[in-house]
Structures are given as C-alpha cells and as structure tokens.
C-alpha cells in the first residue's frame, strides 16, 4: 500500500515539475502567436517587434518596422484595422519550430475599392475631394456596413534562447521586393531601347527579366515583338538589291533665286515585287 502511494506521489511530483519547466521556458508558441496578433491588431507595433524572430530582427530594425506600420493618423486606416479579427484554428509544434493555421476575418478591399470609386464619381461631380472620399468611407466603416471575407493564414515560430517567436521571413520578403525593383528597372530600360531602335539590347533586357522570373509575360511578348521588328528591317535590307539606281548626271543648277547650286539627276528603277516609297531629302527640303 505504502508503494503504491509512494508511486503516486512520484508521478504527481513529475507533472509538477514538467509544468514548472514549462514556466520557465517562458509563454507557449501559442501565448506567444496570440501576443504577436493581438498587439499587431492593437497598433501596439513595438510590442509586436518584440515577438518577431531574431532572424528578422536583422532585415528589419524597430525604427523601419514602425516607419511601415506608420498610418499616419489616417481614420480610414485605423477603421479598417478594427475591423480585423482572427482566431488560431491549429498549432503544431516540435522541439525547436511551431506552425500555425490562423482564421483571419478581414474587410473585403475589393468591395470597399468599388463603393470608393462610386464615391469619388459622385465626390468629383459634386466638388468634393480625396479627404471628403476618405471620411465618407471611415464613416461605412465605422457603421458595420462593409463586407467581410475570411481566409486562413498560415504562421511559422522558432524557439530562440529567449523563448518562442515569430518567424515572419523577411529576409525572404527583402529579396522578393529587390527582384521586383529589378525588374520594373530591367523593363524600362527595354522599352527605351526599343524606342531608340537598338533592338538587339532591348532583346537582352528582356532576356535578363526572364532569368528573375520566367513567368513574365510582358518580357516574352517584348521579346517576340522586338524580334518580329528585327526580321522586317532585314527584310527591307535585303530589298535594298532590287532597287537599281542608274543614268547618274552631276552639275549646277540655275534655281528660281538666280543662284548656282550644285545637283544631281538620277533614274531608279525597282526590278522587285515590292512597293518602294522614295523619300529623297536635300538641305531642309524633302523631294
């Protein structure tokens, strides 16, 4: 009997030992995803920081973090942020990583973008502004009419020295948003050359946004239409041998000023199937 107490008491001392460590090990990586969402919802954005990874911790300082998050006392901003809720559905977790799927319920921007623009129709025939446009939407906010929608996202965490985190991969993000400046970069560059009629160098610019993202259509229909403009200049190129120019005479002119020019006369003649359109220019004078 004595035993089997004394086995109990030993189980009972396990558990509160494993609870105490878990104490010590400071908040769960759900406490901690909960504090990081609440805080972002909240607008307490240097709170937030403070859950985020060491990882990105060293893409993004506090100063740029809160420089992004910066509404700028925008009512409309702040009023769409009330409105966003979420609800974590699930969290797994292992020794060092956690994953999370998160129930987000937020306004549907795509509505609001069409009640905006019904507003800024009206606003402009009526004389009113953006800031008029502004506050009639804070006030649709403000009033529950706005539709919702709900997706999930999904959240990761690590287990640094100092407990849980939130893993939000800006490194990732940095690199994406570089690769997307170099692109817009890359695209301009071609349409200029293009414009300039340096083909050849508008093709590699084009040829460069494809090694960024293989997906761009507008590179590949550049490349094409760049391609298609190249083919017909050699075309008319290699025309240029059918058109014959013969009976050649060189010498001075009496024009209508009693002035003595120098001139030519010549005779062309087209031995090709194709139209030739003569375009001859002298001084400032087209013949």
């Given at each position: ?39 972002t919802q909240k607008e307490r954005y240097e709170e937030a ?239």
């Amino acid at each position: 009997m004595l035993r089997k107490y004394f086995q109990v008491l030993m189980i009972f001392l396990a558990i509160l030992a494993i609870l105490s460590c878990d104490k010590l090990l400071g908040p769960s990586p759900n406490e901690v995803l909960k504090q990081y969402l609440d805080a972002t919802q909240k607008e307490r954005y240097e709170e937030a920081y403070s859950y985020v990874s060491g990882e990105d911790k060293t893409v993004k300082d506090l100063q740029s973090y809160l420089k992004e998050k910066d509404t700028k006392d925008s009512p409309f901003t702040e009023a769409i942020i009330s409105i966003i809720s979420y609800k974590i559905l699930n969290l797994e977790k292992s020794d060092k990583t956690a994953t999370a799927i998160v129930e987000i319920t937020s306004p549907d921007m795509e509505s609001i973008f069409s009640d905006i623009m019904g507003t800024a129709y009206k606003s402009a025939f009526s004389g009113g502004d953006e800031h008029e446009i502004e506050k009639a939407m804070t006030r649709k906010l403000e009033s529950g009419e706005v539709p919702l929608k709900t997706e999930k996202e999904t959240f990761r965490l690590i287990k640094e020295k100092d407990g849980w985190k939130v893993f939000l991969d800006w490194k990732t993000e940095k690199i994406e948003k570089e690769k997307q400046a170099m692109i817009k970069t890359l695209m301009t560059e071609a349409e200029d050359l293009r414009k300039s009629k340096k083909l050849e160098g508008a093709i590699e610019k084009y040829e460069k946004v494809l090694i960024l993202d293989a997906e761009m259509v507008d590179a590949r229909e550049g490349i094409e239409k760049v391609k298609t403009e190249i083919k017909q200049i050699e075309e008319k190129q290699s025309y240029v041998k059918n058109v014959v120019l013969y009976d050649l005479q060189a010498r001075y002119y009496e024009t209508y000023l009693d002035k003595i020019v120098p001139g030519v006369e010549f005779k062309i003649k087209n031995k090709g199937n194709r139209q030739v359109v003569r375009f001859i220019r002298t001084g400032n004078r087209a013949l």
